[in-house]
């Protein structure tokens, strides 16, 4: 299986930019789809970016299309979320996951999470 922990998490300024990391460990990430979801206080945990094994195909939710970028680097086991343009909005808590699926935006396609970073975004 495969164990995930993400970092990077904080306090930033609207307009301000973070980058979230999520390291995997046991099974190489490289067998894997990853995925980054966010869920705020009330709210259903909702997808953000995913990324298929190879880098060669990326999805974005719509309300982060152009301020954010998901990569992943498979030698280090790795994925990435680099932040831009951060809105208040954006506050949540983020989580990465790992799929056997190409590239999917469905939390239930993710068998393997991290246990979350916190994100707050101020105005």
């Known amino acids: 299986q495969v164990q995930l922990v993400e970092s990077g998490g904080g306090l930033v300024q609207a307009g301000g930019s973070l980058r979230l990391s999520c390291a995997a460990s046991g099974r190489t990430v490289s067998g894997y789809g990853m995925g980054w979801f966010r869920q705020a206080p009330g709210k259903e945990r909702d997808f953000v970016a995913a990324?298929?094994?190879?880098?060669?195909?990326?999805y974005y939710a719509g309300s982060v299309k152009g301020r954010f970028t998901i990569s992943r680097d498979n030698v280090k086991n790795t994925v990435y979320l680099q932040m831009n343009s951060l809105k208040p909005e954006d506050t949540a808590v983020y989580y990465c996951?790992?799929?056997?699926?190409?590239?999917?935006?469905?939390?239930?396609?993710?068998?393997?999470w991290g246990q979350g970073t916190q994100v707050t975004v101020s105005s």
């Open positions: 996951a790992a799929t056997a699926v190409l590239l999917t935006s469905t939390s239930q396609d993710y068998p393997y």
């Open positions: 990324i298929s094994r190879t880098s060669s195909s990326t």
